[in-house]
């Protein structure tokens, strides 16, 4: 009998824990909601994204966000082995790679290194949050991701932007919020796994503005805003 006690004391703790597998980003009824603060012009408003409809690009199920209202169509996000593409398309040929929950400490992504990986509690939900950073001889800059959630700034920006004057604020699910910006900030749960973040090397141009893999062995080249030649 005490062993049955015990289990029953313990479930509401074990159902909270068996959230932290992996939290859904593409769940019906999700919501996001932002705030533009533009300092040069002035500006100031709120909104919000949401999931609406189902659309098929490239045999593929997405999800369909829009803006404010279901007139704004936006973009298309899928999911797929804890990993979030978008589909914009206005600008995109094929999908991209958005987010990806899959990542471990020091993996890169973008010039971005995940230098830290625990957990946080946030209402009856544990997230994974992951602490991406980037160094280099003129940029030091750390982001945040939550499983679930997405990051600091617009849905579709996963990494800083410079000019970018969008701001998280909140996620609800189903007229309930779930996260709050604040949240980013969470008090670790369940430990931390850090790394450092190496330093990177400045990326490489060609005189078209295309990113080079690497450092040319000769030619005429853009490193830095500067144009060289070897």
Not at 52 to 75: F, P, R
Not at 78 to 103: G, H, M, T, V
Request: with cysteine; charged share 25%; glycine share 8%.
């Amino acid at each position: 009998m005490k062993r049955i006690v015990i289990l029953v004391l313990l479930f509401p703790y074990l159902a909270i824990y068996s959230q932290a597998v992996y939290n859904r980003f593409l769940e019906d009824g999700k919501v996001w909601n932002y705030t533009s603060n533009n300092y040069f012009t002035g500006s100031h408003y709120n909104f919000k994204l949401f999931l609406e409809g189902d659309t098929v690009i490239h045999d593929v199920v997405y999800k369909k966000v829009y803006q404010d209202d279901l007139s704004n169509y936006q973009y298309a996000l899928c999911e797929k082995d804890n990993a979030i593409y978008i589909y914009d398309q206005w600008c995109d040929k094929r999908p991209r790679l958005l987010y990806d929950f899959s990542l471990n400490i020091g993996d890169v992504i973008e010039g971005f290194q995940v230098s830290a990986i625990d957990t946080i509690e946030v209402g009856d939900y544990l997230y994974r949050r992951f602490q991406l950073g980037i160094s280099t001889d003129y940029v030091k800059e750390i982001t945040f991701w939550v499983e679930g959630i997405g990051g600091l700034f617009n849905l579709e920006v996963p990494y800083p932007r410079t000019g970018n004057t969008v701001s998280f604020v909140s996620c609800e699910l189903n007229g309930n919020v779930i996260f709050n910006g604040s949240d980013f900030s969470a008090i670790s749960k369940l430990g931390v796994q850090k790394t450092i973040v190496q330093k990177v090397q400045d990326p490489f141009f060609d005189l078209q503005g295309r990113r080079l893999s690497g450092k040319p062995a000769k030619g005429v080249y853009i490193e830095n805003g500067r144009k060289r030649i070897k």
